[in-house]
């Protein structure tokens, strides 16, 4: 019987293999340029999307089942966004069609055509237009309405002159009032705004990353309110001008609004965003203006590095310290690490930045691995804020806040200025406990017998919940263990800084900034400029210390930082101090001195002190010795091995095998299997192994012979486990 070509297939699921299949039925005979195609194949009772990555011959064609229908009339993946997700799959040992279904929008994971890349614009209807004047006054759908009477605004536009427009065009277009029309292409923002002159350091950093020639790694390490995005904005700009695509990553939601506006009154240009608080049809037409040039800048947070660059000039990575470009669950990879990969592939500079960079970041300029450019004054006039430490030890406090700093607070409000109030726990108490037995409320789901896990008291006490699982439960009338009536919150958390800050400065607004507050499309910043320029409170979690330009803040109020100065996790105080650095640096960054207070019942920890005294280049000089006498990272390279499972018996005895597959002397040492820091969540017992090397080499080689074995053990059937290749968190 003569060979029959078949389609080498990626499909998304947990399976470390392609699957063969006939080709469509009544389509030519497939060659290598229909790799990089997707074509709908069944898949036992399902039909799943996938994307070919070979063509071979089949002897028995009889056992092949026939792909259903091809989906696109080119290849969708191909070139260097296609090999670089490749080398995530090896990098991060993980399944192909998985890898590529992270990658793809979710429109084009489902099978639907490549999205169209017009532009979409508001207008008024002719019922709008005969209603205007039946609108109220000085509303939303009133004031959009005003400004749709001119013509038809094209959305990208709307974002930047209107707040919240989305509400009111709903508004406008559930009365019949207004429409939602296609355009022919987006209109790029009038009166583009001058930038400020470069001082000379920003003017080196500029001139350093314009003439780089091909892929160059750029650490550009600047002191907060330094000016690193003037240093993105000119040599964005540069990128513009040969014709060529910049993409710009950013750790969080929240911070994308402000560089949206910030990038397109600079530019010119449409910019284009793309994170996960848009839908999954925005985030496609995004993906596609990518892939077929048109988006020419790009801001988006970690899924954003998947983005196709055909034209690549600029990649870069802003606050590129920040825990939020890993990710955590499916497959995890480091967003700043795969946009290194890219950039090399890619052959263009990329751009690192941050006023706190990762120890990882720092080694590798250290070592020439990346050119260092520092910034080491502010831009303009501003100073750096002045630190004091408060020793809190036998001081009355009043809900984590002593005297002085209340008094200070108070100045600052009578001065016309703004105060952030830091405190990174969001809730209002840590834990609810009886005063007459000492019960805490523990979570059900997360709690062992000999490791409770407390629920977070939210709702000024009225309510609990997990933050890790999610539970949620009312607070009991009653001591469950005792009838005792004495139930207390315990500790102090955002919302009870708030509730005791309303109380003391009863005149001045003060809001709250943390991930309850700012779960909406634009919370975050509809709340900065709800405070605007007006004497007033800010109290936030760590939302608040990533970029944000305050320049009426003067006062930063750390309240409580002694939780980050003593932790199991080798990271700890890495991320103490990035974190510490970062939220004083929101302080005096325009011509108003700043101040920042750190409370503390242990103000002379080594930690503290080196950073209060020598800065963070100087905890990081101490930090790298610690941990490359501890064989840590960056001197050491790790793999985690987790598994969950509801009987721990089934997590150790697959950890235990695949540990019996590692041979000794490999290069590679086995730790476990162990319970996990936190050894039980959402009902499942939680173990892990942790496997470290010198090299990367002897890591990756066996990681490359062991995972195939390790999906054919009979006992991965029975867990839920993960690889995790450079791990940020052993939990």
Request: with cysteine; aromatic share 6%; proline share 8%.
């Amino acid at each position: 019987m003569p060979a029959c070509p078949t389609l080498r297939i990626a499909l998304p699921v947990p399976l470390p293999q392609l699957f063969d299949y006939l080709p469509p039925e009544n389509s030519p005979v497939p060659s290598d340029g229909d790799v990089g195609r997707r074509v709908r194949v069944p898949f036992g009772p399902r039909e799943l999307v996938g994307v070919v990555e070979g063509v071979g011959q089949a002897e028995d064609p009889a056992a092949l089942r026939p792909a259903l229908a091809w989906l696109d009339p080119a290849p969708l993946l191909a070139g260097e966004l296609a090999r670089s997700l490749h080398w995530l799959a090896r990098y991060t040992h993980a399944p192909l069609g998985e890898v590529i279904a992270t990658a793809l929008p979710a429109p084009l994971r489902r099978g639907e055509p490549l999205a169209d890349t017009h532009g979409w614009a508001w207008q008024l209807t002719q019922d709008g237009i005969a209603g205007f004047g039946a609108l109220r006054r000085d509303t939303r759908p009133q004031r959009l309405a005003t400004l749709l009477q001119a013509g038809a605004v094209n959305e990208d536009l709307l974002d930047d002159q209107f707040e919240d427009w989305r509400s009111a065009a709903r508004a406008l277009l559930k009365r019949g009032f207004a429409e939602r029309i296609e355009v022919a292409a987006l209109i790029p923002p009038p009166n583009t705004q001058p930038g400020p002159t470069p001082n000379a350091q920003q003017q080196e950093a500029i001139e350093a990353i314009n003439a780089a020639d091909g892929f160059q790694p750029f650490l550009l390490d600047g002191v907060t309110g330094s000016g690193k995005t003037e240093v993105y904005l000119q040599a964005i700009a540069q990128c513009l001008a040969q014709g060529k695509q910049a993409l710009v990553l950013v750790p969080e939601i929240g911070l994308t609004p402000q560089t949206l506006h910030r990038f397109r009154s600079r530019l010119g240009i449409p910019v284009h965003a793309l994170h996960s608080g848009l839908n999954d049809n925005e985030r496609a037409r995004v993906w596609a203006a990518a892939s077929r040039g048109e988006a020419r800048v790009i801001v988006g947070t970690r899924s954003a590095v998947f983005t196709p660059l055909p034209q690549a000039g600029l990649i870069v990575i802003d606050e590129e310290h920040d825990g939020s470009y890993k990710q955590q669950d499916g497959i995890r990879y480091h967003a700043r690490d795969f946009a290194l990969v890219r950039g090399k592939a890619l052959e263009v500079p990329v751009v690192l930045g941050s006023a706190t960079p990762s120890l990882e970041s720092l080694h590798n300029a250290r070592s020439g691995r990346y050119t260092h450019l520092r910034l080491q004054q502010r831009a303009g006039d501003a100073k750096p804020p002045g630190v004091r430490v408060f020793d809190v030890r036998k001081r009355p406090l009043q809900d984590g806040l002593a005297p002085e700093v209340i008094a200070g607070i108070g100045q600052h409000l009578q001065a016309g200025n703004q105060v952030l109030v830091f405190k990174n726990r969001r809730g209002y108490a840590p834990v609810l406990l009886c005063h007459d037995c000492g019960w805490t409320a523990p979570c059900k789901r997360c709690s062992t017998p000999l490791h409770s896990t407390p629920m977070t008291v939210h709702g000024a006490g009225r309510r609990l919940q997990c933050h890790h699982c999610g539970a949620r439960a009312p607070v009991p009338l009653a001591c469950p263990d005792c009838a005792s009536l004495a139930l207390q919150p315990q500790g102090i958390g955002t919302e009870r800084l708030e509730e005791r800050l309303l109380q003391l400065f009863p005149d001045h607004p003060v809001l709250r900034i943390d991930r309850s507050t700012t779960a909406r499309r634009d919370a975050l910043e509809q709340t900065l400029a709800t405070l605007g320029d007006q004497p007033g409170i800010l109290v936030g979690t760590q939302i608040l210390a990533k970029g944000h330009d305050l320049p009426k803040l003067t006062l930063v109020v750390v309240v409580g930082i002694d939780e980050g100065l003593f932790s199991a996790d080798f990271r700890a105080s890495e991320k103490l101090a990035q974190q510490l650095i970062q939220v004083a640096g929101r302080a005096g960054r325009a011509e108003r001195p700043g101040e920042v207070w750190l409370q503390t019942h242990h103000p002379d920890n080594a930690l503290l002190h080196t950073l209060v005294n020598g800065g963070y280049h100087a905890f990081a000089e101490a930090e790298l010795g610690q941990r490359e006498a501890a064989g840590f990272p960056p001197f050491a390279h790790l793999a985690l091995l987790r598994a969950e499972a509801k009987q721990v018996e089934q997590a150790n005895d697959f950890l235990s095998a695949v540990r019996n597959l590692i041979a000794a002397g490999n290069g590679v040492e086995r730790f476990g299997p162990m319970p996990a820091p936190m050894p039980r969540r959402a009902g499942f017992q939680r173990t892990q192994l942790l496997l470290s090397a010198e090299q990367r080499r002897p890591l990756h080689g066996l990681l490359d012979a062991l995972m195939a074995q390790v999906y054919a053990l009979p006992q991965a059937r029975r867990v839920r486990w993960s690889l995790d290749v450079d791990p940020l968190d052993l939990y």
